[in-house]
């Protein structure tokens, strides 16, 4: 049994399909999942789970991905988590959108898993390391 702390997500996204394929990918890699159908929900849970990652639809009930973006990034308590989006939206002025709210990271629909895994297992790494954390 690994010593190492098991990593965080919270998976967020309004489409049961996508929650569920992000969740078991990341639960394959070891990482505790929990997930969320929109953005209230997601900030809910950021404030009560400080994950290591967010992985963020844009396109959702009651609050888009946007922002929920800029909401976790005013908050001091949840400012350094880092934030995936896994979205549709792959205009332009969408990826600069959510680079100018503090995104680490943005991939379209539809995403490669291996990609998506690499890339949370990355940036949740990081955050525990303390690159972010406060």
Known sequence: MSTRATLRALVVDDSAVIRELIAVNLQ???F?????ADGQAALDLAV???PDVITLDVMMPRMSGFDVVARLRDDPATAW???VMVTGRAQAADVSRGE???VEAYLT???EPAELVEVVTRLASDARRGSRRP
């Open 28 to 30: 394959l890699e070891g």
């Open 32 to 36: 505790e999942v929990t997930t969320a």
């Open 48 to 50: 009560e789970l400080a």
């Open 81 to 83: 988590i880092p934030i």
């Open 100 to 102: 100018a709210l503090g």
């Open 109 to 111: 629909k539809p995403f």
